[in-house]
């Protein structure tokens, strides 16, 4: 009777500990600089196909995130980063884990990046974001040279692109398409905020009647039901940014992160943040304009940036940018 | 019920000596009295007795019990203080029974000897009240029964009258003076009225600066008094520094006195002690015995029972005089002021 | 031996109480000195003051910064003197209304009154559309307008309780003294009452001035784009992670400079002539009829009405329909609120441990200081007495960081524990409760104490037996006061939060960065319930005065 009782025991411990530890593979820390209904929707996609997932959220600005996993590099808190600039992703290759998902074949190839650290999960357009009722009488812009116009000196909202990854893309771009010309025209016009998320909430607030930010920021106030609120996708070519994701090298819950990268690249999630959130998906099998009423990406006119270049020519931008913020003001 | 004895006891805060080498026997159940003004030292001794206060040197005993350094809560002591100190959250009845509990006594004791102490200091009916609903002398009343419930060794009181008015503070003198003799319990009292501590006491130490001044029943204190402090703060006295000029008689602005010159010494500065209310004032040329100083009225104040009067003597002396009843002498008159021969000479 | 005895129990808690304070104030206010006067090499370098007082984006800030705090001191001045003086001499009716305002500002914790104005007089918000549809004009409320008026309808609060405490400790006697040797009322207002009253508004405003500048919740929701001092602080702080802290602890030191000086300024020139009133009767309240009455009462009701909107607000914030960033007033939906419950409740579980936590250490070790320091004075008390204000000295962006800082590496690693958010909450809250403690002690004589130990009780046990049950009531409001004003704190914890620490000020705060206001309402709705709730069970079961000591 004894030997049963122990045996008995050790079952019951054994199964504890068990529980505990599938336990603690089911808990993925999440960093995200997207917002909650974004980050809702990903978590759910995520429970629904691994119900026992436990998910916890720090989110943030990409620049401060990943700031936070590289002082965390000995000890990291992080499992997922979910998303950033691939230009900005780009310089830390030191902190991510390569990983190649089961999904990764359906992803289009121009967002694999060689050595597989991480990997494109939404496309970013440029667009102009429009608020009608503080245009006053002013004709709606339609393309970048328009906006370099006099008569838009102090309406143009852009975010300091030191301190965002797509505002960097933003101005890149300008200085790719129109040269040191048309930067310091543009700088001469810009009001320059600190965050990306100023811009696009200072325009739906009225403050300025045009800013420069991304689809899917600037469509959530179309969707929501601003009616002020129209988007401009610049007929001389806009610009693309792509964002990626990555396991944190060293994260405590590899197996759990996993999943959950998976569950980004799948159709189901990459379908609902689409819809949901109107995040551009990277993967070729699905069609945007038959989800949503977002143009095709083929549609569009786009100018052509080649991000790595992009990547390298960082500081030499930010300096230019910068020297023609300076020329305007005197 | 202990014995009080006082060892050689010192204390000073911050450089100022507050008790110098005091030496002092209370006896077993005797109501002890320490009367002084403020800052001589009397409250210091009695936290002293009950181990708020450490002295740095000398040594208090319980009988034969050495608690110098006992720690205060375990000295078996009962206090009364100034203010009361009544617990405000309790009610008269748990402040009361405070002490008891604190002893683990049994519960149906607790009740029954609270019972007894309430009914000692006439608060029965008022047990279930906080101390806010309580006047000032009831309050008194609390205190004093719940320092007597638990049967202490010595009874400790710190002025415990001066804040109660004057017809309340004579009730309880009365009830404090009979619960102590029923007790019987070595009781040291501390206060600064004289009336009190000849009311209450069967010995008195005078204090003055950290020492005993003269220590004694209070009879002896009020008539004999040895020095020139002790005869002005037990009742009032009128000093005047007399000529010695032999057993029984001295001088005094060219006027000879017979009075009591046992402390007298010749050589040394000599003064008679002449108690206001011993005096009496007759008109100048009333026949009868002398030992008349003669004095003229300077001013007088009727107060019903008595009057009060100030007389002149040649040279410009004033004396107090306290006389019964209505005294109808005139200012200016001159009169006659006798002394009484047991009229005491001290000579420090 | 008898020495060492004599230090136990109390010489013992002064010690480590201490030894505390120490660690979480002076220790890490001392680690962010050096760290601003060390480069990234580790060299003694003055470069990161040279950079703040040499480059314009920093001078400007601390510019704005000191005129924001002198305009709001002033604004705050401009209600508080007036509403004191008019309860304090008047009565009219609906007068009792305006004492429940002083609770108000409690309960409503600053980041939603940020939110609230926002969603009201924003540029998007209900009444500018409301007004702008009626074809008035709505300044934008980014910016000085916006931050003035949040403000001032936060602060005046402390210049009305301070002026009207002045007032009513004031002798009437000596006005009547004034008048009946010829000079009019105004002169007797002006040469009587107002020198004696004037210490008291101006201790009150200097606190009111180094609030301001510390602060942080309006400044970085509604300042828009002119550069101030903490936020500017905090975001040299979140760019700086991982790479040397020099900048941002010099622009800290700055901070506390300011502060410290106008602290300085406050103990030896106002209070030195704050004059002593012998006990006197102020002159009771005038009675105020027909329409003097009714205006005063009509000025009462706004009052309280601004002081409230926030409240109402954040609830219609919480159930109104908002699809994304998009609020549509007038259409209801508890999806705000399903979410906050349900898909994200961490933040309300959170803050609800952090500060319970908070909330019972530092109402314990507030008790225990204020004892130590009115009943137990010993030079280690003396030491203790001042260790525990100094947080009020420091804001809560500097104390913030000043603790990350020093405890980011070993040997002792508080953050990412929540640790590290409690012991925030406790350092910046407990001096509130030591205040509140201490002044019941002041009034218990030490011979209660000493009553018990005559009675046989230990001088330990009697502190539990005796003083603790007369500071039952002052405990209670103590504990209520740290648990409002935990729960709602910002600005350090903001800072020194990390994943899976969110609170829900933090969270709000950032939802309203991202123009989530609707959840930011639901949240915030849970928030002002959470400190609503303890607040009025006090006061309504218990009759606890949360100001006494205030």
Redesign the interface.
Same mark, same amino acid.
């Given at each position: 009777m004894k030997l049963v009782h122990r045996r008995f025991q050790w079952l019951g411990a054994l199964t504890l500990g068990l529980a505990a530890l599938a336990a603690q593979a089911q808990t993925v820390v999440l960093y995200s600089s997207n917002n909650p209904e974004a980050i809702g929707n990903a978590v759910a996609a995520a429970k629904k196909k691994h119900p026992a997932l436990a998910v916890k959220q720090v989110t943030g600005g990409t620049g401060i995130l990943m700031k936070r996993i590289q002082a965390e590099a000995a000890n990291p808190g992080g499992d997922l980063f979910w998303s950033g600039g691939v230009g900005t992703l780009a310089a830390f290759p030191d902190l991510m884990e390569p990983y190649v998902s089961p999904e990764a074949k359906a992803i289009a190839p121009q967002f694999h990046v060689p050595g597989n650290r991480y990997i494109g999960v939404n496309v970013h357009v440029m667009v102009l974001m429009v608020n009608d009722k503080q245009l006053k009488g002013m004709a709606s812009p339609k393309t970048w040279s328009d906006l370099m116009k006099p008569e838009w000196k102090g309406k143009v909202v852009i975010t300091d692109p030191a301190k965002s990854g797509t505002a960097f893309i933003q101005i890149y771009g300008l200085l790719k398409q129109f040269g040191r010309e048309g930067l310091e025209k543009m700088a001469a016009n810009a009001v320059v905020v600190q965050s990306s998320g100023q811009v696009y909430k200072s325009v739906a607030a009225g403050e300025y009647p045009v800013g420069i930010t991304i689809e899917s920021s600037a469509y959530e106030f179309v969707v929501g039901g601003q009616k002020e609120i129209k988007l401009v996708y610049p007929s001389e070519g806009t610009y693309l940014g792509a964002e990626g994701m990555f396991i944190v090298k060293g994260a405590k819950n590899p197996a759990a992160a996993k999943q959950f990268y998976d569950v980004l690249l799948s159709k189901a999630a990459q379908e609902m943040l689409l819809v949901e959130n109107y995040r551009r998906p990277t993967r070729s099998d699905i069609a945007v304009s038959k989800l949503t009423s977002m143009p095709d990406l083929a549609s569009l006119k786009v100018f052509p940036l080649n991000l790595q270049v992009a990547t390298e020519e960082y500081e030499q931008l930010i300096a230019l940018w910068n020297l023609a913020l300076a020329k305007a003001k005197r | 019920m202990s014995t009080i004895t006082i060892e050689n006891l010192s204390k000073h805060f911050e450089q100022h000596p507050v008790l110098q080498d005091l030496n002092l026997t209370i006896p077993d159940g005797s109501f002890f009295t320490l009367l002084g003004p403020s800052g001589c030292g009397k409250t210091t001794l009695l936290r002293c007795i $009950? !181990? *708020?206060n450490?002295p740095d040197c000398g040594r208090i005993l319980f009988d034969q019990d050495d608690i110098t350094?006992v720690?205060?809560? &375990?000295r078996?002591? !009962?206090?009364v *203080? &100034?203010?009361y $100190?009544?617990?405000?959250?309790?009610s008269v009845h748990d402040n009361v029974a405070? !002490?008891l509990r604190?002893?683990k006594v049994a519960p149906d004791e607790v009740r029954v000897r609270t019972a007894e102490a309430l009914a000692l200091v006439d608060l029965t009916s008022f047990a279930s009240r906080l101390p806010a609903q309580l006047s000032g002398g009831q309050r008194q009343r609390v205190?004093l029964a719940? $320092?007597l419930v638990?049967k202490p060794r010595v009874l400790?009181m710190d002025e415990p009258l001066s804040n109660l008015d004057a017809k309340l503070r004579l009730s309880m003198r009365d009830m404090i003076r009979d619960l102590q003799r029923q007790a019987r319990i070595t009781t040291v009292f501390v206060t600064h009225d004289q009336e009190e501590a000849l009311a209450l006491s069967d010995q008195v130490a005078v204090m003055q600066s950290g020492g005993i001044a003269q220590m004694g029943a209070p009879d002896s204190l009020y008539a004999l008094p040895e020095t020139a402090y002790v005869a002005d703060f037990v009742g009032s006295a009128n000093l005047l520094e007399v000529e010695f000029m032999g057993p029984g008689q001295v001088t005094l602005a060219g006027q000879t006195l017979q009075v009591d010159t046992a402390a007298a010494r010749s050589g040394e500065r000599n003064q008679l002690v002449l108690r206001a209310e011993t005096l009496e004032l007759l008109p100048e040329d009333e026949p009868g015995p002398s030992n008349c100083l003669r004095v003229t009225l300077a001013g007088r104040q009727y107060l019903g029972a008595r009057t009060l009067l100030r007389v002149a003597l040649a040279g410009g002396l004033t004396l107090q005089v306290d006389a019964p009843g209505l005294q109808r002498y005139q200012t200016g008159q001159a009169l006659c002021l006798r002394v009484p021969p047991s009229s005491r000479v001290i000579c420090r | 031996m008898r020495r060492w005895r004599s230090l136990w129990p109390w010489g013992v808690l002064s010690a480590l109480s201490l030894a505390l304070l120490v660690l979480f104030v002076a220790y890490p206010m001392s680690v962010l000195t050096l760290n601003s006067l060390h480069d990234a090499q580790g060299r003694l370098s003055l470069a990161g003051f040279a950079t703040v007082f040499g480059e314009s984006q920093y001078l400007q800030a601390i510019g704005n910064t000191l005129l924001l705090g002198v305009t709001v001191t002033l604004s705050a001045m401009a209600v508080g003197v007036p509403l004191a003086y008019v309860i304090a001499r008047f009565d009219f009716p609906l007068k009792s209304l305006v004492a429940i305002l002083p609770v108000v500002t409690i309960i409503i914790p600053e980041v939603i009154v940020g939110q609230s104005w926002l969603m009201m007089l924003g540029n998007n918000g209900l009444i500018s559309n409301f007004l702008r549809e009626l074809g008035l004009p709505v300044p934008s409320f980014y910016g000085w307008s916006g931050m003035i008026f949040s403000m001032t309808l936060i602060y005046y609060t402390y210049i009305y309780l301070g002026t009207l405490a002045a007032l009513r400790g004031f002798d009437g006697q000596l006005e009547e003294a004034s008048l009946s040797l010829g000079a009019s009322p105004l002169a007797t207002r002006l040469r009587v009452l107002l020198p004696t009253v004037a210490p008291a508004i101006l201790v009150n405003a200097l606190v009111v001035f180094t609030l301001v500048v510390g602060n942080f919740a309006l400044s970085s929701m509604l300042g828009g784009q002119i550069p101030l001092l903490s936020v500017m602080t905090y975001s040299l702080f979140v760019s700086e992670m991982g790479s040397s802290p020099m900048l941002q602890s010099s622009l800290s030191v700055v901070l506390v400079l300011i502060v410290a000086l106008v602290l300085f300024v406050q103990k030896r020139v106002v209070e030195r002539r704050m004059v002593q009133m012998v006990q006197g009767r102020a002159p009771a309240p005038r009675q105020v009829q027909n329409w003097q009455g009714k205006l005063l009462a009509l000025a009462a009701v706004l009052l309280v009405t601004l002081s409230l909107v926030p409240l109402v607000a954040v609830v219609v914030g919480a159930f109104t329909r908002a699809r994304g960033p998009v609020m549509h007033w007038g259409e209801w939906s508890t999806q705000s609120m399903e979410r906050a419950f349900s898909l994200a409740p961490e933040p309300i579980f959170n803050s609800m441990l952090f500060a319970g936590v908070a909330t019972l250490l530092g109402t314990s070790l507030a008790l225990l200081v204020s004892y130590l320091v009115v009943k137990k004075k010993s030079g280690l008390s003396a030491l203790l007495d001042y260790a525990v204000v100094l947080p009020l000295t420091i804001s809560g962006t500097v104390l913030g960081i000043a603790l990350v800082q020093s405890f980011n590496t070993a040997p002792l690693i508080l953050t990412g524990t929540s640790a590290i958010m409690i012991i925030v909450y406790v350092v910046r809250r407990m001096p509130f409760g030591v205040r509140n403690a201490s002044s019941v002690l002041y009034n218990l004589p030490n011979s209660v104490e000493e009553a018990s130990i005559s009675l046989g009780v230990s001088p330990l046990m009697s502190f539990f037996k005796v003083v603790l049950p007369v500071m039952k009531t002052s405990m209670l409001s103590a504990a209520i006061l740290m648990w409002a004003t935990s729960i709602s704190e910002l600005s350090a914890s903001v800072v020194v939060y990390s994943g899976g620490l969110e609170t829900l000020p933090i969270s709000i705060f950032r939802l309203v960065d991202t123009g989530r206001l609707g959840l930011a309402s639901a949240y915030g709705t849970v928030l002002v319930t959470l400190i609503l709730v303890p607040v009025a069970l006090a006061a309504r079961f218990l009759k606890v005065n949360l100001f006494s000591g205030k």
């Open positions: - | $009950a !181990g *708020f450490e350094h720690p205060a809560h &375990q078996n002591i !009962g206090m *203080f &100034q203010d $100190a009544l617990f405000p959250d309790k405070y !002490g604190a002893r205190a719940r $320092a638990i400790l | -």
